[in-house]
């Protein structure tokens, strides 16, 4: 069952008749899947894509290897590169984008640690993104930025 928060969040996309989607690496699927949930969900939300393994995003979203090297799979730059490639490919008023650590073996560091996660949206025409520093068990990591991800999308799109 989803939370309030995306309830909310996807009766004001509906009621403001704007398209959502999705292009997820950290939390594997689970953000549209929180959305689909949702009864009248069918009317905004397009899709998603998972892009996990680095490879797939540079292959299907087309983030240049460089930008991957320098700064990894798991950062804000490469976030927001996976938020204007899926725009490429799904042409949503609201797309969300989210790379992160939810288990140590990845690009952890004492800067960027287990829980990190990074979120980027494109909204219409204005670009938005936060980093934030969860705890808990993976899926509760992931089900807190779903409701953190609901509460951007409502503050973004009030005024549209």
């Known amino acids: 069952m989803a939370s309030a928060s995306i309830e909310e969040c996807t009766r004001l996309l509906v009621e403001k008749k704007l398209s959502l989607a999705f292009v997820e690496s950290a939390s594997g699927g689970i953000l549209c899947g929180e959305f689909a949930l949702v009864p009248g969900s069918g009317k905004v939300l397009l899709g998603g894509l998972v892009t996990y393994d680095g490879d797939l995003k540079k292959q299907l979203l087309d983030i240049p290897d460089e930008l991957i090297e320098k700064y990894t799979p798991e950062s804000a730059e490469v976030t927001e590169a996976m938020a204007e490639g899926l725009k490429r490919m799904i042409p949503a008023d609201v797309i969300i984008a989210n790379t992160g650590l939810l ?3 990845g690009s952890e560091t004492p800067e960027k640690p287990v829980g990190t996660i990074f979120i980027h949206a494109l909204i219409k025409h204005k670009s938005v993104s936060f980093r934030k520093v969860y705890s ?25």
Do not use: H, Y
């Open 136 to 160: 808990g068990s993976p899926g509760e990591m992931v089900l807190k930025n779903a409701d953190d991800v609901a509460c951007l999308i409502i503050e973004e799109i009030g005024d549209i």
């Open 103 to 105: 288990t140590p073996g």
